[in-house]
């Protein structure tokens, strides 16, 4: 595994991490949610490079080993430029693979969105436990759109670590995450995730790419229902759900991490050979390069 830094919008330094096998036939860039960052995903990574797809995962702003004030942000934007960064530096170091989006709960609204305004430049996406719709009642959810505005620095949203996992191992080290621990999430930031699930909602047609979806029945930080809207409204003719009877909200931090991952490769296995060289050739954008 190897960290870097990279510089995002607003001059702010961002965080990755690389696990890379010595020929990739793919490359999955993996986007943390909240109570989150790039380490908690060490797991998946290491899965997909024992199987020859490079893994990149980030820090979004303000996360992690990111700068940013802590948690905050008032745009999602923000958030999809440091994914969109991470996303061309992992296109510039392998050009012609095929690359996928895996997103975590928020970091499925980012992946998503990043899907909806730069479609051409992934292959696919792959949302886990997405957080399009969470278990608070709409009237709640206004309330704290309008509290963004008087005093969005106050936190309004902190999630349980025992609702992620079932796994007293993986529970304990979550808890003792000292870059998660007492996480609480700002009035901005929840705003900005619900106006970013309002865009995605009436857009969700607009995404063509070939979309892997999962999550579990027993999800108490997101909820299910959400999942099957978005796999019933994609645009995408390649569309799967995948719902886990009884698993918690960080699938692959769960009892059972092994079959969802499995599905996730079934699931790449079958559409890799319909790349093959097709990005040969094409054009790659200037990217910010990892700051020393």
Same mark, same amino acid.
Request: net charge negative.
């Given at each position: 595994m190897k960290e870097e830094d990279f510089t995002s919008s607003g001059n702010m330094r961002i965080h990755m991490r690389s696990w890379l096998p010595e020929a990739p036939r793919a490359v999955v860039v993996i986007c943390h949610g909240v109570n989150s960052h790039s380490g908690q995903h060490a797991w998946t990574a290491e899965q997909f490079s024992g199987r020859g797809i490079a893994a990149y995962a980030v820090d979004l702003r303000g996360r992690g080993l990111s700068d940013g004030e802590r948690f905050y942000v008032e745009n999602v934007s923000d958030y999809v430029d440091d994914l969109l960064g991470l996303v061309r530096i992992a296109r510039s170091r392998h050009p012609g693979l095929p690359l996928f989006l895996l997103g975590h709960s928020a970091g499925g609204v980012v992946s998503c969105t990043l899907a909806l305004d730069h479609q051409d430049e992934i292959d696919g996406l792959i949302c886990e436990s997405f957080a399009f719709q969470v278990p608070a009642p709409g009237f709640a959810l206004a309330a704290i759109k309008g509290l963004s505005h008087i005093a969005p620095r106050l936190g309004v949203l902190s999630l349980k670590m025992k609702d992620f996992t079932r796994d007293p191992v993986a529970l304990a080290r979550l808890e003792a995450d000292q870059l998660t621990k007492n996480e609480s999430q700002p009035a901005a930031t929840v705003a900005a995730l619900v106006r970013a699930d309002e865009r995605l909602? /009436?857009?969700?047609?607009?995404? @063509? &790419?070939?979309? &892997?979806? $999962?999550? #579990? @029945?027993? /999800?108490? %930080?997101?909820?299910?229902?959400? !999942?099957?809207? *978005?796999? %019933?409204? %994609? #645009? !995408?003719? +390649?569309? @799967? $759900?995948?719902?886990?009877? #009884?698993? *918690?909200? +960080? $699938? $692959?931090? /769960?009892?059972?991490?092994?079959?969802? *991952?499995? /599905?996730?490769? #079934?699931? &790449?296995? %079958?559409?890799l050979p319909a790349f093959g060289s097709q990005r040969e050739g094409r054009p790659t954008e200037a990217v910010a390069g990892p700051a020393s």
């Open positions: 909602h /009436d857009n969700f047609d607009k995404i @063509t &790419l070939p979309v &892997l979806i $999962l999550h #579990g @029945t027993e /999800d108490k %930080a997101t909820v299910c229902h959400g !999942s099957e809207f *978005f796999h %019933a409204q %994609a #645009g !995408s003719e +390649d569309k @799967t $759900l995948k719902i886990y009877e #009884g698993h *918690f909200h +960080d $699938l $692959l931090n /769960d009892i059972g991490k092994e079959v969802v *991952f499995a /599905d996730i490769m #079934g699931w &790449l296995e %079958a559409r």
